[in-house]
C-alpha cells in the first residue's frame, strides 16, 4: 500500500513557471515507472508525462520542450518542471506510480493559467 501526495498547484499568469512536487509514502526507488497526468472537468484524464526508475522520460506533443519530468531518490520526490504555461494548460494535474502490478494516484493539485 502506498500514497501519493501532490503538491506546487496555484494560479500563474500565461508564460509563467511553476514545479509540481510529489512524494510517495515510501521509497521512491521502490516504484516503476511514475508519470504525471491531467485532466479538466468533461474530459478524460490524459498523459502529460512519464519516467521509468531508469530514467527514461516521454512526453505529450503539447508540453515537450516545455515541462520537464525528474525523480529525485535523495528527496524521495518527482517533479514536474513547466515554464512558459498557457491557459490551455490548465487542469488538475495527478501522480501516478507503478509499485509491482498495483497502480496508485494522488488526489491532485489545481494548476490555473490565467490572467
Known amino acids: 500500500q502506498a500514497r501519493l501526495v501532490e503538491s506546487g498547484g496555484d494560479l500563474v499568469q500565461p508564460g509563467g513557471s511553476l514545479r509540481l512536487s510529489c512524494i510517495p509514502s515510501?521509497?521512491?526507488?521502490?516504484?516503476?515507472?511514475m508519470g504525471w497526468y491531467r485532466q479538466v472537468p468533461g474530459k478524460e484524464r490524459e498523459l502529460v508525462a512519464t519516467?521509468?526508475?531508469?530514467?527514461?522520460?516521454n512526453y505529450a506533443d503539447s508540453v515537450k520542450g516545455r515541462f520537464t519530468i525528474s525523480r529525485d531518490n535523495a528527496k524521495n520526490t518527482m517533479y514536474l518542471q513547466m515554464i512558459s504555461l498557457k491557459p490551455e494548460d490548465t487542469a488538475v494535474y495527478y501522480c501516478?506510480?507503478?509499485?509491482?502490478?498495483?497502480?496508485?494516484w494522488g488526489q491532485g493539485t489545481q494548476v490555473t493559467v490565467a490572467s
Open positions: 519516467i521509468t526508475g531508469g530514467g527514461r522520460t
Open positions: 501516478k506510480a507503478r509499485l509491482g502490478i498495483t497502480t496508485y
Open positions: 515510501t521509497r521512491i526507488s521502490n516504484f516503476g515507472e
